[in-house]
Every structure is written in C-alpha cells, then in structure tokens.
C-alpha cells in the first residue's frame, strides 16, 4: 500500500478505510510510534524550518519508491542511485536538494531494528556527501 492509494473520495466505509491507514501505518513504522516519534525528531533535525508533515510526506514518498526500487537488501545500492539519478520524476513532492538527505534516511531506516538505533543527524550529512552528485 502507498500513501497515493488512500484515496479521499473512496466509497470504503470508515472501518475499511481505517484499516487500511493502519496497514500503511504498519508498513511505515513497523515499531509503532516510537519508530515514527525518533524518526520525526531526526527529520526536524536535519530539516528545522519544517513541521512534522512536511517532512513526513517527502519520507514516505521517498521510502515508498525506494521500496519499489530495492526488494532485496542487496538491491539499496540501485535503489539509492536510482532515486539519486531521476530526481525530476519526483520534483513536486521531494525538492532535488533534499532528495539526498531523505534518501539517506530511508536507507538508515531500513536497517533499524526494534532498538531504533538511527545514525545522528551529522551523520546522516556525512552519509549525503558521500553519495555521488545529483543529477537532474
């Protein structure tokens, strides 16, 4: 389920459309709203003349791509260069100087356990400078 799936006109009933925001919640933040709580923090760190949603919208979108793109483990490296890479698909919700920066955190999250152990902002910055430069 992607966060472009929920769709505001749908004829679900309110308990159908419930459970589906729950699955996305699930699938988002699979620790709960401790995941969600640490990651937000992190976000407004690195990012602190926004709010909780606009952070949260280019993470989501970003990590729902990145999904798509890396279905193994192995496959992040391609995931990354790729989002890296076609930055102007994506221009209406991610701006390309933050492309780099969420594609970061994505990659951080997905190697979070139950101990949400994520990197420190400066590190997620040292993470961005080493991708390769941005293009488009």
């Known amino acids: 389920m992607a966060l472009g799936d929920i769709n505001l006109f ?6 159908q459309q419930k459970q589906e925001m729950e ?4 699938w ?3 620790f709960g709203q401790a995941q969600r709580d640490k990651l937000v923090k992190l976000m407004l760190e690195l990012f602190p003349k926004e709010s909780e949603p606009t952070v949260l919208i280019p993470f989501l979108t970003c990590k729902e ?7 193994t483990p192995d496959q ?10 076609d930055i102007k698909k ?3 919700i991610i701006r390309k100087r933050d492309m780099p920066t969420y594609v970061a955190l994505v990659s951080a999250d997905q190697k979070v356990d139950e101990n949400l152990e994520y990197p420190t902002a400066q590190q997620i910055r040292d993470m961005v400078a080493s991708f390769p430069d941005v293009k488009g």
């Open 10 to 15: 749908s004829w679900k009933s309110k308990e």
């Open 90 to 92: 994506y221009k209406r």
């Open 76 to 85: 992040a490296d391609y995931a990354i260069n790729k989002l890296l890479t």
């Open 65 to 71: 791509l990145y999904c798509k793109l890396a279905k």
């Open 28 to 30: 988002a933040f699979p």
């Open 23 to 26: 699955t996305y919640e699930k």
